[in-house]
């Protein structure tokens, strides 16, 4: 569901590590899946996406996991670098809603 | 290719005060528009979004209301700001359901 009124979780790493950062959906007939990127002060860039007809997804360094049986979905960062800092929000499109729904949000800290 | 500007960047007004926030998109047809509110530190919470000229759907109850009076045009408006209205204003695109949103790059809107 919506995240108006949480503060974010957080997570550190070290420069040059993985990341996973989690994300449980609430939808099961949602059947599209986003991960977004924000930085401070500025609107939140797409990411990578995946599609209820798949389970993994890759891009550049990073992959996109989905579970549908536990309602999951995870974006690993591979090779963590101080640029990666942000906070990253997933978000799921319900089918038949014209809407995304946004997940809570996860910082993430890389420290040099 | 497609664009979205939103404007302006950063605005103070005192309380009582009229607000309106534009966006426009440029380089696509009747796209889906979005205004987002995200307080800081905290997630992104959906005001209203609209699937075509003068069709506007409300989100939260609010003192906001928000108007698409051309095919890329989305405006948020208030007649009296309240303290509670500050925040990250953020308007978005989308293609149709089951695509990302696009976002522009934010309004900070303080209110004194």
């Known amino acids: 569901g919506e995240s108006v009124g949480l503060h974010l979780p957080t997570l550190s790493v070290q420069e040059g590590d993985n990341s996973i950062i989690n994300c449980a959906y609430s939808?099961?007939?949602?059947?599209?899946f986003i991960w977004y990127k924000q930085e401070s002060g500025k609107g939140p860039q797409f990411i990578i996406d995946i599609r209820s007809n798949m389970d993994k997804r890759q891009g550049q360094r990073v992959t996109v996991l989905l579970n549908k049986t536990v309602k999951h979905l995870s974006l690993q960062i591979a090779a963590t670098q101080p640029g990666d800092s942000a906070v990253y929000f997933c978000?799921?499109?319900?089918?038949?809603?014209?809407?995304?729904?946004f997940g809570k949000g996860t910082k993430l800290t890389v420290n040099p | 290719s497609q664009t979205i500007h939103q404007w302006p960047a950063t605005l103070v007004q005192p309380v009582g005060s009229p607000l309106s926030l534009e966006c426009t998109v440029e380089g696509t047809s009747n796209p889906n528009l979005y205004w987002y509110r995200q307080a800081a530190g905290r997630g992104l919470q959906l005001l209203f979004y609209s699937v075509g000229i003068g069709q506007i759907s409300s989100e939260v109850p609010q003192n906001l209301s928000a108007s698409r009076p051309q095919d890329r045009q989305f405006i948020l408006s208030s007649k009296k700001l309240l303290l509670s209205d500050s925040g990250f204003y953020l308007c978005?695109?989308?293609?149709?359901?089951?695509?990302?949103?696009?976002f522009g790059s934010g309004t900070r809107l303080t209110v004194v």
């Open positions: 939808n099961s007939a949602s059947d599209y």
């Open positions: 978005a695109w989308s293609v149709r359901r089951g695509y990302g949103y696009t």
């Open positions: 978000a799921e499109n319900q089918g038949g809603s014209e809407k995304l729904v």
